[in-house]
């Protein structure tokens, strides 16, 4: 390759790193008009998790659903862009928060750049922890895809659910149901139930009656008298003592009987501090 070609290529890694720099502000400033304007007419979109390939005309929702939510939410990057000729990669990471650990997608786009636009989207993801050593030899893909959902969509939809309960506190409803926080927060009712089982690793039950025993658990340390436990567990809607002390013995290792001893003594070395 003589010193021309040299400089072309530089030439046009400069264009194409230009172009996806502001294809990544776009985003990142929830411009949805920015975003699409950079999209070449002939754009194609491969999205990973629904199997399908996306022209112009059906970017617009896409890309409004994805979009950051809050001013101040970004990904969390995992890798510096890459950028070769007329094609970029780019790499991040999103992490879910479950029960029995930390879910995280390793995704990537390789991206195509024509005449300045986006041409080629190729989105890949990975699931890279499962949180249930059962479900860790199982393929992530297709229980995912059945979510109809992107990967920076899950990692909303898992905010949404966690904001609404601490928003509205509906699990002190002991009738509370799956039906009732989809319906809630938007979303359909298989979309939630996959969210928590296969990404989250935890049931819906599990996953409420955690809700309400960090309500109580909260109550215990703002006043450890307040009244008794049993009473503080229903109002924080346990309908069933059994499940009630299986939830609590689970998440702090000892009885609340022994719990509260610890509290107390915690809160009688501080006062003498």
């Known amino acids: 390759m003589d010193i021309v070609e040299l400089a072309d290529d530089a030439e046009q890694t400069a264009r194409t790193r230009a172009t996806v720099m502001r294809y990544h502000y776009s985003w990142k400033d929830r411009d949805l008009d920015a975003v699409m304007a950079l999209y070449h007419p002939e754009v194609e979109y491969h999205d990973f998790f629904q199997q399908r390939c996306m022209g112009y005309a059906e970017l617009r929702d896409y890309v409004r659903a994805n979009l950051p939510r809050q001013p101040d939410e970004a990904l969390e990057h995992s890798d510096r862009v890459r950028v070769d000729g007329h094609t970029a990669f780019i790499q991040y990471r999103i992490s879910l928060h479950g029960s029995q650990g930390l879910s995280a997608f390793r995704s990537s ?53 966690q904001e609404y309960m601490q928003r509205a506190q509906p699990y002190l ?29 935890q049931s819906f039950y599990r996953y409420v009656h955690q809700q309400r025993l960090q309500h109580l658990l909260q109550q215990l340390h703002d006043n450890p008298n307040a009244s008794a436990i049993d009473t503080l567990a229903f109002s924080a809607g346990f309908n069933s003592l059994s499940a009630f002390y299986k939830c609590f013995r689970a998440h702090t290792g000892v009885s609340p009987k022994a719990y509260l001893k610890q509290i107390s003594l915690r809160a009688r070395t501080q006062d003498k501090a």
């Open 173 to 201: 409803d002991p009738q509370l149901n799956l039906q009732q926080v989809a319906s809630a927060t938007g979303y359909s009712r298989n979309q939630v139930s996959h969210l928590l089982n296969q990404v989250l690793g």
């Open 109 to 161: 786009e390789a991206i195509t750049v024509r005449d300045d636009l986006i041409w080629r989207v190729h989105e890949y993801a990975t699931l890279l922890r499962q949180p249930s050593p059962a479900s860790a030899a199982q393929s992530s893909r297709p229980a995912l895809s059945r979510l109809g959902l992107s990967a920076r969509q899950l990692g909303q939809m898992a905010q949404d659910l």
